[in-house]
């Protein structure tokens, strides 16, 4: 999945349209339904084809459900438009967040995943931009609200976050400081993170930074995985850790 040229951001927040989203794509369990995971595209891409390469995969027991991101103008291509989880200006750790967006996606994960059986395990994942939107549905769900402070009540078992990065990350150690039960979920919640050394769109350092903030701030089950020739794509390698860990965590069978 590349991110490509036309592949980073979101935009005009004033407009209603920012957050209308396009088309989603289910993969259907093949064996017993047991975890449903929604999987974020990264900017410029769609879900149609990270349905794809996720219905190759040899998990039978997972659901996958991959929405398509709202078209809009993306300051980082100078508001030129296209799929976008949010607006984004500049990938850094120090650049404002569009937390308008980042809420709008979390809440239309959270809004796929509402109607799943009590008893199927729930999950987010992501590559890129939607990497740093599943982190973010991880801040959401140990919080126990969004950013706009509206609550949020999906119980996430695991996330996955490929070439990404964490948005909101200033903030979060304060945040879960100052509440035991965010701090005891943030410990438990199992997150794997994979990046390429050589990643040319998101940085090496981004995917570094945000494991070391999430760490830092008390995410214990933290996993991250890098790859020495990997750039702003995927290889089998990667993804077969995935499933690994994905059966592992979410205690799959067969």
Do not use: D, M
């Given at each position: 999945m590349n991110f490509n040229s036309s592949a980073l951001g979101s935009g005009n927040r004033s407009?209603?349209?920012?957050?209308?989203?396009?088309?989603?794509?289910?993969?259907?369990?093949?064996?017993?339904?047991q975890a449903t995971i929604v999987w974020l595209h990264g900017l410029g891409d769609s879900g149609s084809s990270w349905s794809q390469l996720l219905e190759s995969f040899p998990l039978p027991n997972i659901k996958w459900i991959c929405p398509t991101a709202p078209t809009r103008p993306v300051a980082l291509f100078g508001g030129f438009p296209c799929t976008a989880w949010c607006d984004v200006g500049e990938i850094s750790e120090d650049a404002p967040d569009d937390l308008e967006g980042l809420d709008a996606t979390a809440a239309h994960v959270a809004n796929l995943l509402s109607n799943e059986p009590s008893d199927i395990k729930l999950g987010v994942g992501g590559f890129s931009m939607g990497a740093a939107s599943a982190l973010y549905s991880s801040m959401c769900h140990v919080l126990g609200q969004y950013g706009n402070g509206n609550p949020?009540?999906?119980?996430?078992?695991?996330?996955?976050?490929?070439?990404?990065?964490?948005?909101?990350?200033?903030?979060?150690?304060?945040?879960?400081?100052?509440?035991?039960?965010?701090?005891?979920?943030?410990?438990?919640?199992?997150?794997?993170?994979?990046?390429?050394?050589?990643d040319d769109v998101i940085a090496y350092m981004h995917g570094e930074n945000s494991a070391h903030n999430l760490s830092s701030a008390g995410f214990r089950n933290l996993i991250f995985r890098t790859y020495s020739g990997l750039g702003h794509y995927t290889i089998p390698e990667e993804t077969d850790e995935v499933c690994n860990w994905l059966t592992r965590n979410l205690a799959l069978a067969g």
């Open positions: 407009n209603r349209s920012t957050h209308e989203f396009g088309r989603t794509y289910v993969v259907r369990p093949k064996g017993r339904h949020y009540t999906l119980n996430l078992s695991v996330i996955v976050g490929l070439s990404g990065w964490l948005p909101c990350s200033r903030a979060l150690k304060y945040r879960l400081e100052r509440s035991q039960v965010a701090r005891s979920l943030a410990a438990s919640l199992p997150i794997l993170l994979c990046h390429g050394r050589v």
